[in-house]
């Protein structure tokens, strides 16, 4: 009977699992002059988020943008550190020469992120995105995406940035009667198999 008991929860765990959430993607082109945190306006994505729901972003770790001459290159992650030309990236440089380096952060609109940074702003409130975020909305509004620095003017170049968010499914009449059979099914099973272990 135990048995019988974990296959129908297994078999409801699967059925629910297929009508539970909807994911939807987008891909958005963040300028680092025109979308600016000095002096640009965030890039309006147009995707509205309640506090609290989960979405993920991310942007290509090789996907450079720049603040301006060199060594000033670096991806969404900001400049952290040391980076060193390929030689086919987009800072035009031979492989090897320095194009990125630590430049620390910059504090503004209530957050502290390296300068270079992706940055995600919602209704006023400022958070740290880089290359890979998954969490929870801090606000709700629409999310805004920006290149985290104090001045614009000799910023250069963007990054290609996917934004990923989870909705819950509302089920169709064909699922709901599908899933209700299957319960009705395994329930008149159980009985059959009580009522023959009672006799």
């Given at each position: 009977?135990?048995?019988?008991i974990i296959?129908s929860?297994?078999?409801?765990?699967?059925?629910?699992?297929l009508?539970?959430?909807n994911?939807?993607?987008?891909?958005f082109?963040?300028d680092?002059?025109?979308?600016s945190?000095?002096?640009?306006v965030g890039?309006?994505t147009?995707i509205?988020?309640?506090?609290?729901?989960v979405?993920?972003?991310?942007?290509?770790v090789?996907?450079?943008?720049?603040?301006g001459a060199l060594?000033?290159?670096?991806?969404?992650?900001?400049?952290?550190?040391p980076?060193?030309?390929t030689?086919?990236?987009?800072?035009?440089?031979?492989?090897g020469?320095?194009?990125?380096?630590?430049?620390?952060?910059?504090t503004?609109?209530?957050?502290s992120?390296?300068?270079?940074?992706?940055?995600?702003d919602?209704?006023?409130t400022f958070?740290m995105?880089?290359t890979?975020?998954?969490g929870?909305?801090?606000?709700?509004?629409?999310?805004?995406?920006?290149?985290w620095?104090?001045?614009?003017?000799?910023?250069?170049g963007s990054?290609?940035v996917?934004?990923?968010?989870a909705?819950?499914a509302?089920p169709?009449?064909g699922?709901?009667?599908?899933?209700?059979?299957?319960?009705?099914?395994l329930?008149?099973?159980?009985?059959?198999?009580?009522?023959?272990?009672?006799?």
């Amino acid at each position: 009977m135990k048995r019988s008991i974990i296959l129908s929860m297994a078999i409801l765990a699967a059925l629910l699992s297929l009508i539970a959430v909807n994911a939807h993607a987008t891909l958005f082109t963040v300028d680092a002059l025109t979308n600016s945190a000095g002096g640009g306006v965030g890039l309006n994505t147009g995707i509205t988020l309640s506090t609290g729901q989960v979405f993920t972003v991310s942007a290509g770790v090789n996907d450079l943008w720049s603040a301006g001459a060199l060594p000033r290159f670096s991806n969404a992650d900001g400049l952290v550190g040391p980076l060193f030309a390929t030689g086919s990236d987009e800072s035009g440089q031979l492989a090897g020469t320095q194009i990125g380096a630590n430049f620390g952060t910059l504090t503004q609109n209530g957050l502290s992120a390296p300068f270079g940074a992706l940055v995600g702003d919602i209704n006023g409130t400022f958070f740290m995105l880089g290359t890979s975020f998954s969490g929870p909305a801090p606000n709700s509004g629409t999310l805004l995406l920006f290149y985290w620095d104090s001045n614009f003017a000799d910023n250069s170049g963007s990054v290609l940035v996917n934004v990923s968010t989870a909705t819950a499914a509302v089920p169709e009449p064909g699922s709901l009667f599908l899933l209700g059979s299957a319960l009705a099914g395994l329930l008149a099973g159980r009985r059959k198999q009580y009522r023959s272990a009672a006799s």
